[in-house]
């Protein structure tokens, strides 16, 4: 994993600084809001965290690939008119996402859409109680999501994103009849460096 962070920041810097300006970097930053499929918790609740680096690289005037290595924040949360049932009072995924997307460009507005490789590297999980059950639950280390996004361009170097994905495979590890699904909303800014 460190290794290939390393090659994405050396592509990057190197790419930031390239004479041909088929490439732009970017740094991203924004607030997630997320909601898991099948833990009987409803709403976009949980709030998150996401920053990290964008790649543009231009195809033509119209098209173009982008690419990001960021830190994300997504999960659920309870609220009064959530299900009684419902054991789990809040789910925190921190997780590096890598999307890739095929992006559309008119005017000021790019509309694309991808894939996300997602590598969790820490969760959090608290019952009704607020105990930590954590340890009761395993989730995978690896995920994979489809991507929309919309990004309206202010100015050559100042923009709003858009986002939404949803997961493609189950979260969990452990338990076949639950079928954890996460669904995350996100709103950042983007400034091309």
């Known amino acids: 994993m460190k290794n290939i962070i390393l090659v994405y920041l050396g592509v990057f810097l190197f790419c930031v600084k390239s004479e041909g300006q088929q490439f732009k970097g970017a740094i991203?930053?924004?607030?997630?809001?997320?909601?898991?499929?099948?833990?009987?918790?409803?709403?976009?609740?949980?709030p998150g965290l996401r920053g990290g680096l964008h790649l543009d690289s231009r195809i033509n005037d119209r098209w173009s690939i982008a690419m990001e290595m960021a830190f994300s924040q997504s999960g659920s949360r309870r609220q009064l008119t959530d299900?009684?049932?419902?054991?789990?009072?809040?789910?925190?995924?921190?997780?590096?996402?890598?999307?890739?997307?095929?992006?559309?460009?008119?005017?000021?507005?790019?509309?694309?859409?991808?894939?996300?490789?997602?590598?969790?590297?820490?969760?959090?999980?608290?019952?009704?109680?607020?105990?930590?059950?954590?340890e009761f639950y395993s989730f995978r280390n690896n995920h994979l999501s489809f991507l929309a996004?919309?990004?309206?361009?202010?100015?050559?170097?100042?923009?709003?994103?858009?986002?939404?994905?949803k997961s493609i495979?189950?979260?969990q590890t452990d338990n076949p009849t639950l079928k954890f699904r996460s669904r995350v909303i996100g709103i950042q800014t983007i400034i091309y460096l």
């Not at 996004?149 to 994905?165: D, H, I, K, P, Y």
């Open 169 to 171: 495979n189950a979260l």
């Open 149 to 165: 996004a919309c990004t309206v361009q202010f100015n050559e170097r100042w923009g709003m994103v858009l986002s939404w994905s």
């Open 83 to 134: 299900s009684p049932g419902a054991v789990i009072h809040k789910i925190r995924l921190n997780q590096v996402e890598v999307p890739v997307l095929v992006q559309f460009t008119e005017w000021k507005f790019k509309v694309g859409s991808g894939l996300v490789y997602q590598r969790l590297f820490n969760y959090a999980i608290k019952d009704i109680a607020g105990y930590d059950v954590t």
């Open 28 to 46: 991203v930053s924004g607030l997630t809001l997320a909601q898991i499929d099948g833990d009987l918790l409803s709403g976009f609740n949980q």
